[in-house]
């Protein structure tokens, strides 16, 4: 009786943090991500047109871009300084919180065929070069490579990298991998649906589909799920999760 009383507690709890926000379904279909700022606002991408969309908490449609190539979101944490980079286009593009381009940055014309990109701060970026076999480490703001390591490993199912404290965290479709600069293997997990890595101070966040886990650099623990969600996001608020064509938000209060 007291443990169906506890679950009966933590049910209504649960339905109680929930919140919808007010997007129109129709906003939803053929959406291949969802990203909240730590303001509020909600980001929708489409590979359908390559368009990017900004909403309030409430609905309103506040810009939207429309791209010619498919691009990756690093994040929109901070909105001012919102990172896309393209791997068909060789080029990194960084836009302001309407959505507007305040700069463009061409690679192809100093490095090999980038995989990847993960950009440290408003000045740096890892750049992960498959054809050289290298991790550079790139001033983007005075056009210069600061830091370049022999990197020889497959990057042929990378969904997601990032680098933090001299270890390179790489997301593939169905595994999680920390390597030092010398490229060793120093832990290796297994993870379904795997979609993108983020940090939060000390700790990788990792993100799939229904799930989120995180990996505090000795184990993976899974910190939300839904198996009803398309599509799962966090921002300071709590967790996003799009719902049958609907976003719920799950307060962390």
Do not use: C, H
């Not at 791997?87 to 959505?99: G, T």
């Not at 061409?106 to 076999?133: C, H, P, T």
């Not at 600069?181 to 290796?188: N, Q």
């Amino acid at each position: 009786m007291k443990l169906l009383s506890l679950i009966l507690i933590l049910t209504s709890v649960l339905t109680f943090s929930q919140k919808k926000i007010g997007l129109d379904s129709l906003q939803m279909r053929d959406i291949q991500e969802v990203l909240g700022d730590d303001y509020g606002n909600i980001y929708l991408y489409k590979k359908k047109d390559f368009s990017l969309t900004k909403y309030d908490s409430v609905g309103i449609q506040l810009g939207k871009v429309m791209m010619t190539f498919p691009y990756k979101i690093q994040s929109v944490t901070n909105p001012l300084n919102i990172v896309m980079f393209s791997e068909n286009a060789q080029e990194i593009k960084f836009l302001d919180q309407n959505l507007n381009e305040i700069q463009k940055i061409n690679l192809s014309s100093n490095f090999g065929f980038i995989r990847a990109v993960y950009a440290e701060d408003l000045q740096f970026a890892w750049l992960l070069d498959d054809s050289n076999k290298t991790l550079i480490q790139y001033n983007f703001r005075s056009n210069s490579v600061i830091n370049s390591f022999p990197f020889n490993i497959n990057l042929q199912s990378l969904k997601d990298f990032l680098v933090y404290n001299n270890k390179i965290y790489i997301l593939r479709e169905n595994a999680f991998e920390v390597y030092n600069t010398k490229a060793t293997l120093l832990f290796s997990e297994g993870i379904n649906n795997a979609r993108k890595l983020s940090r939060n101070n000390d700790d990788i966040l990792i993100f799939g589909n229904q799930s989120i886990t995180r990996f505090d650099g000795k184990t993976i623990t899974e910190i939300f799920q839904n198996q009803n969600a398309k599509i799962v996001d966090k921002n300071n608020s709590g967790f996003l999760a799009l719902i049958k064509d609907k976003l719920y938000l799950y307060n962390l209060k």
